[in-house]
């Protein structure tokens, strides 16, 4: 195996190579001596789909939260572009697991809400909505509401949302986690082919490895907890093929064995 053939953010425009985010050394201690996270460190590059994989309780949604600003660390630091997090902020959205939705608004309110938070006008922010709405293949159910989507869609008009607001960093807590395997890997290439044509910087958080691979740029691998990062590798899986021939691939799938050796350590007996 070699480290990158094909990434989306080889042929991005960028004005420098600083991540645009780096997490140092965090540390999370819970109540009664509970060390969740133990110097956790690593990298988000710029442009880039970095996922977070790992032992379930090791702190991945947790680490997520902090770099929202959603949660406090116990020491470390977080840095966006260079700046400390202590809130959260228009640099970074989140995309919820359990949707997040406001089940007394439309969906295009719904995508709209993050726009509304941050006091852009009426019409401005549904033009807006409406343009993310359209991207994720919602257009004919803008004035749905959630108990009338399914779970795909809903997570759509979450993803949508997160869209909308413009952030630098999008951070997703497993968001196809709640879909069956047929709509998960459509979701797959959606968020492939929405974030070539965004340019976003994503932080994503997955316990499946076969999806990491795929849609990856970089993964952190975490340890059981208290977590450390064990090893963080470039899959540089080349995704000039169809969705079928990427997966047969020697390629993708000699990185999904050398990413589930590098967890097998870390499983409960």
Excluded at 120 to 142: D, S
Excluded at 192 to 203: G, I
Excluded at 231 to 240: C, I, L, Q, T, Y
């Amino acid at each position: 195996m070699t480290d990158g053939t094909t990434s989306r953010a080889a042929t991005a425009d960028r004005t420098d190579n600083t991540p645009a985010a780096r997490v140092v050394d965090l540390v999370k201690d819970f109540g009664g001596g509970v060390r969740a996270m133990d110097g956790i460190t690593f990298d988000i590059p710029r442009g880039e789909l970095t996922s977070i994989i790992g032992p379930s309780g090791c702190g991945k949604t947790t680490t997520l939260k902090i770099i929202a600003g959603l949660a406090e660390a116990t020491s470390g630091r977080v840095e966006v572009n260079g700046v400390p997090v202590t809130r959260p902020g228009p640099d970074r959205a989140f995309v919820f697991q359990d949707f997040a939705l406001m089940p007394w608004a439309t969906v295009l309110r719904n995508a709209a809400f993050g726009l509304e938070l941050r006091g852009v006008p009426r019409k401005e922010r549904e033009e807006i909505a409406k343009e993310y709405v359209g991207k994720v293949g919602l257009a004919r159910f803008e004035n749905s509401y959630p108990h009338q989507l399914s779970g795909g869609m809903r997570q759509r008009v979450g993803l949508a949302r997160a869209l909308a607001v413009d952030a630098d960093i999008l951070l997703m807590d497993e968001p196809f986690a709640s879909v069956d395997e047929q709509i998960r890997r459509r979701f797959q290439e959606d968020l492939l082919r929405l974030l070539s044509d965004e340019k976003k910087t994503v932080l994503f958080v997955t316990h499946s490895i076969e999806e990491a691979v795929y849609v990856s740029d970089q993964v952190v691998i975490l340890t059981r907890g208290p977590s450390r990062v064990s090893k963080v590798v470039r899959p540089g899986v080349d995704r000039s093929g169809g969705s079928d021939s990427i997966r047969r691939s020697p390629e993708y799938l000699d990185w999904v064995e050398q990413i589930w050796s590098e967890l097998q350590s870390y499983l409960e007996t």
